[in-house]
């Protein structure tokens, strides 16, 4: 038996009953769908998603975004806060619409999360070539502007023919389901063939259920691995977002319990444990804790678990300094578990946990690290508490909050359950060392990307997939005047974010990072230009409150601490987004992780700031290893 629909259609129907399915527990696949429609897919997806919603509000419900990067964010941050069990589909007209969706393809790709794009595309009749908005390659006649999703797409194809939809269906689901190849999935939609009608079989609009794995450890390499652990007298887990992604933080805690090897987190593996747990010792890497960092300076064996091992968390391959180091690595992709020359546990992080945990049986480290890593963490705590609640000595000029005193307010007011969303600037890196993380899923830091404008879209992401969380949405302004439109979107959907917009007239992290590299904090503050041509004049008079404000958005301006606190109640007790808009001091920043981060300065200058940079510079290369020690054999 056949049905005839249109291409788009049947597109539709299909992703409306799809779903996946792990450890016996099932859930549909595609949430819905998030879209801007333009001429490219208004009478295609656009009139398949109509139908659809008059038929069935709940087969795939529709989300009209403001901007077509933005949704890709908030679908991403849904997956993610989903396990990855889940995801939406993205609809963008032909041409600028479409590409829009690359950078938010690139960042799911990049964090390993899947999302479904649907970028419109040209005419695949070519009747009217060019058309409106068409790129014209002089080389070729099948390209176009789509064709820049190949590379940061983990499976990429265009839809010319109806007969090829059904194939390019069963792929696109299978890579968005698989824990080791899912990312960005693109396919590409002509707009001719969107309304095309042809004859589907009935059985491509059957439900079906897609199971996602989780790949058992080989028995040998766990051998391997157990000896290796034995062997190590100053062990250290490197937690990453594949803790989470497995489920994993249990599994971990028992793991780390009854072994005592203390755990550091990458920003994606941050909340692997509470922060108070006694093998907690925080943030590793560029933007560690000195507890952390002074733990992996010395580690003979490096455990990551569901890692990437960005530079951040390598601190560029400087943060694991004994000469002998080796690297266990349990991920479910054989491309990460190999780096370093690591020992690869090529399984499900859960599994492998549960395998090691039970071949190592009462084997644990001696009482002397656990005491040292625990004095290391309490030290830090202490840290911690004076950047949140600084002397009169350390405070801001002017009466003003520091950065870490609003981190602070906001992590001791929230609730356990509560999440922090970021992304980009001076916030993500103060964030990942002084952040007290209560909850697996309290913290929700892009970084693998760390994209400007992600935090309200992601924001509303992280809300679509824990309606009972209230989302604490903490954004600079630089950020924030990149991509605000979706709070829009938070007002239509009734979506409530809670968003903490920190005024610093600028870029305050790379400011920072231009004068710790002698280029003087140039370009990086909201100036006038002056006179004489710089931009050193007074600070812009942007009103960012006015501009929440005029999405329909209650914003509560705070000065002190006090009032800090009371918006926080007050923005807890609210239904619907609302913002606290507070100005810190851009010159005061978190304390120091005891670490570094390779960012090349000019190796030749006038400047006497950028040549003292460049040595420095080259003092902290002599740090970087290759981490080539071989796991087994003769060292």
């Given at each position: 038996?056949?049905?005839?629909?249109?291409?788009?259609?049947?597109?539709?129907?299909?992703?409306?009953?799809?779903?996946?399915?792990?450890?016996?527990?099932?859930?549909?696949?595609?949430?819905?769908?998030?879209?801007?429609?333009?001429?490219?897919?208004?009478?295609?997806?656009?009139?398949?998603?109509?139908?659809?919603?008059?038929?069935?509000?709940?087969?795939?419900?529709?989300?009209l975004s403001r901007n077509e990067q933005a949704m890709v964010h908030t679908a991403t941050a849904f997956a993610r806060t989903r396990d990855r069990l889940q995801t939406y589909a993205c609809t963008a007209s032909v041409g600028p619409g479409s590409t829009n969706m690359v950078t938010g393809a690139a960042l799911a790709t990049i964090n390993r999360?899947?999302?479904?794009?649907?970028?419109?595309?040209?005419?695949?009749?070519?009747?009217?070539?060019?058309?409106?908005?068409?790129?014209?390659?002089?080389?070729?006649?099948?390209?176009?502007?789509?064709?820049?999703?190949?590379?940061?797409?983990?499976?990429?194809?265009?839809?010319?023919?109806?007969?090829?939809?059904?194939?390019?269906?069963?792929?696109?689901?299978?890579?968005?389901?698989?824990?080791?190849?899912?990312?960005?999935?693109?396919?590409?939609?002509?707009?001719?063939?969107?309304?095309?009608?042809?004859?589907?079989?009935?059985?491509?609009?059957?439900?079906?259920?897609?199971?996602?794995?989780?790949?058992?450890?080989?028995?040998?390499?766990?051998?391997?691995?157990?000896?290796?652990?034995?062997?190590?007298?100053?062990?250290?887990?490197?937690?990453?977002?594949?803790?989470?992604?497995?489920?994993?933080?249990?599994?971990?805690?028992?793991?780390?319990?009854?072994?005592?090897?203390?755990?550091?987190?990458?920003?994606?593996?941050?909340?692997?444990?509470?922060?108070?747990?006694?093998?907690?010792?925080?943030?590793?890497?560029?933007?560690?804790?000195?507890?952390?960092?002074?733990?992996?300076?010395?580690?003979?064996?490096?455990?990551?678990?569901?890692?990437?091992?960005?530079?951040?968390?390598?601190?560029?391959?400087?943060?694991?300094?004994?000469?002998?180091?080796?690297?266990?690595?349990?991920?479910?992709?054989?491309?990460?578990?190999?780096?370093?020359?690591?020992?690869?546990?090529?399984?499900?992080?859960?599994?492998?946990?549960?395998?090691?945990?039970?071949?190592?049986?009462?084997?644990?480290?001696?009482?002397?690290?656990?005491?040292?890593?625990?004095?290391?963490?309490?030290?830090?705590?202490?840290?911690?508490?004076?950047?949140?609640?600084?002397?009169?000595?350390?405070?801001?000029?002017?009466?003003?909050?520091?950065?870490?005193?609003?981190?602070?307010?906001?992590?001791?007011?929230?609730?356990?359950?509560?999440?922090?969303?970021?992304?980009?600037?001076?916030?993500?890196?103060?964030?990942?060392?002084?952040?007290?993380?209560?909850?697996?899923?309290?913290?929700?830091?892009?970084?693998?990307?760390?994209?400007?404008?992600?935090?309200?879209?992601?924001?509303?992401?992280?809300?679509?997939?824990?309606?009972?969380?209230?989302?604490?949405?903490?954004?600079?302004?630089?950020?924030?005047?990149?991509?605000?439109?979706?709070?829009?979107?938070?007002?239509?959907?009734?979506?409530?974010?809670?968003?903490?917009?920190?005024?610093?007239?600028?870029?305050?992290?790379?400011?920072?990072?231009?004068?710790?590299?002698?280029?003087?904090?140039?370009?990086?503050?909201?100036?006038?230009?002056?006179?004489?041509?710089?931009?050193?004049?007074?600070?812009?008079?942007?009103?960012?409150?006015?501009?929440?404000?005029?999405?329909?958005?209650?914003?509560?301006?705070?000065?002190?601490?006090?009032?800090?606190?009371?918006?926080?109640?007050?923005?807890?007790?609210?239904?619907?987004?609302?913002?606290?808009?507070?100005?810190?001091?851009?010159?005061?920043?978190?304390?120091?992780?005891?670490?570094?981060?390779?960012?090349?300065?000019?190796?030749?200058?006038?400047?006497?700031?950028?040549?003292?940079?460049?040595?420095?510079?080259?003092?902290?290369?002599?740090?970087?290893?290759?981490?080539?020690?071989?796991?087994?054999?003769?060292?």
């Amino acid at each position: 038996m056949t049905v005839r629909l249109t291409v788009a259609q049947a597109l539709v129907r299909f992703l409306s009953v799809q779903y996946s399915e792990r450890d016996g527990v099932r859930q549909r696949l595609i949430a819905g769908s998030l879209g801007i429609f333009g001429h490219g897919n208004v009478a295609g997806v656009g009139q398949a998603l109509l139908q659809s919603e008059l038929e069935d509000p709940e087969a795939l419900p529709y989300i009209l975004s403001r901007n077509e990067q933005a949704m890709v964010h908030t679908a991403t941050a849904f997956a993610r806060t989903r396990d990855r069990l889940q995801t939406y589909a993205c609809t963008a007209s032909v041409g600028p619409g479409s590409t829009n969706m690359v950078t938010g393809a690139a960042l799911a790709t990049i964090n390993r999360l899947p999302v479904l794009l649907l970028p419109s595309d040209v005419f695949a009749t070519r009747v009217a070539t060019p058309v409106l908005q068409e790129l014209e390659s002089f080389a070729a006649g099948d390209v176009s502007v789509n064709d820049a999703f190949r590379p940061v797409s983990k499976y990429f194809d265009r839809i010319w023919r109806p007969e090829q939809l059904p194939s390019a269906l069963m792929n696109a689901m299978r890579v968005l389901t698989d824990p080791v190849e899912t990312g960005a999935v693109t396919l590409a939609l002509p707009q001719d063939v969107q309304a095309e009608a042809y004859d589907w079989p009935d059985e491509l609009f059957a439900e079906r259920t897609w199971y996602v794995a989780r790949p058992l450890p080989e028995a040998s390499i766990v051998d391997k691995a157990v000896d290796l652990l034995r062997s190590a007298r100053r062990p250290l887990i490197v937690a990453g977002g594949g803790v989470h992604y497995s489920g994993a933080e249990d599994a971990l805690r028992e793991f780390a319990e009854r072994t005592g090897i203390p755990v550091s987190e990458t920003q994606a593996g941050k909340g692997s444990l509470s922060y108070d747990h006694p093998q907690s010792v925080g943030a590793v890497g560029s933007t560690g804790t000195t507890a952390a960092n002074a733990l992996a300076r010395d580690a003979d064996v490096v455990i990551g678990i569901g890692t990437r091992y960005s530079d951040f968390t390598s601190a560029s391959r400087t943060a694991f300094q004994n000469p002998q180091v080796k690297f266990l690595n349990i991920n479910v992709a054989r491309f990460d578990s190999t780096k370093h020359a690591g020992l690869p546990v090529v399984a499900d992080a859960r599994e492998a946990l549960v395998s090691l945990g039970s071949a190592l049986g009462e084997w644990s480290v001696d009482a002397k690290y656990t005491a040292e890593s625990q004095e290391l963490t309490r030290n830090w705590n202490g840290t911690v508490d004076a950047v949140f609640r600084p002397s009169a000595d350390r405070s801001a000029a002017e009466g003003l909050l520091t950065q870490g005193e609003v981190i602070g307010t906001v992590n001791e007011l929230s609730a356990a359950s509560d999440v922090v969303v970021c992304a980009a600037g001076s916030m993500p890196g103060d964030l990942h060392k002084l952040w007290r993380t209560r909850d697996p899923k309290g913290y929700h830091v892009e970084y693998g990307y760390s994209c400007m404008g992600y935090e309200i879209a992601g924001g509303l992401g992280v809300r679509l997939g824990a309606p009972d969380r209230d989302v604490f949405v903490l954004v600079g302004d630089g950020s924030y005047l990149m991509m605000s439109s979706e709070l829009a979107t938070a007002v239509q959907e009734n979506l409530k974010i809670i968003v903490v917009l920190v005024q610093n007239h600028g870029f305050a992290s790379i400011g920072a990072l231009s004068e710790s590299l002698g280029s003087q904090r140039f370009g990086t503050a909201y100036r006038k230009r002056t006179g004489d041509g710089r931009l050193d004049g007074d600070y812009l008079p942007v009103d960012l409150a006015a501009n929440v404000r005029s999405f329909g958005v209650d914003v509560i301006d705070v000065r002190s601490r006090t009032e800090l606190e009371e918006a926080i109640r007050t923005a807890k007790a609210a239904t619907g987004p609302i913002a606290i808009h507070v100005t810190t001091d851009p010159l005061i920043g978190a304390p120091d992780s005891d670490s570094w981060w390779d960012v090349p300065v000019s190796q030749v200058s006038e400047l006497q700031t950028t040549q003292a940079a460049a040595a420095s510079y080259e003092e902290s290369k002599k740090a970087q290893r290759p981490y080539l020690a071989p796991t087994e054999g003769e060292s």
